[in-house]
């Protein structure tokens, strides 16, 4: 299993850097304002998926910390039942 992941991190970096060589063409991004921002092509691309990937990220951060927190409330909710109960920490209630 080692060797496969290696094998697959050293072809997935051979496949990236052609895709690298290959597209080291100049661009020009113009923008509002007679703004312009020159680049290569490989550069350009590379900053807009790290952008879109932090974008998704932050996206999703608010809903893994409202599950996360109601995740907190339900344990407390269970461990004071089983206070009430009588039950020490080895032995549940179930469902």
């Keep these: 299993m080692r060797y496969l992941n290696w094998i697959i991190r050293v072809v997935l970096f051979i496949a990236l850097l052609g895709f690298a060589v290959k597209n080291d063409q100049p661009v020009t991004l113009s923008y509002f304002f007679g703004f312009e921002w020159q680049s290569y092509l490989v550069v350009v691309l590379l900053i807009f998926f790290s952008v879109g990937t932090a974008v998704g990220v932050l996206a ?8 996360r927190r109601e995740i907190a409330a339900l344990k407390r909710q269970i461990r004071a039942k089983n ?10 209630l179930p469902g």
Excluded: G, N, V, Y
């Design 83 to 92: 206070k009430l109960a009588d039950i020490d920490e080895t032995q549940q």
């Design 60 to 67: 999703m951060l608010s809903s893994q910390l409202r599950q």
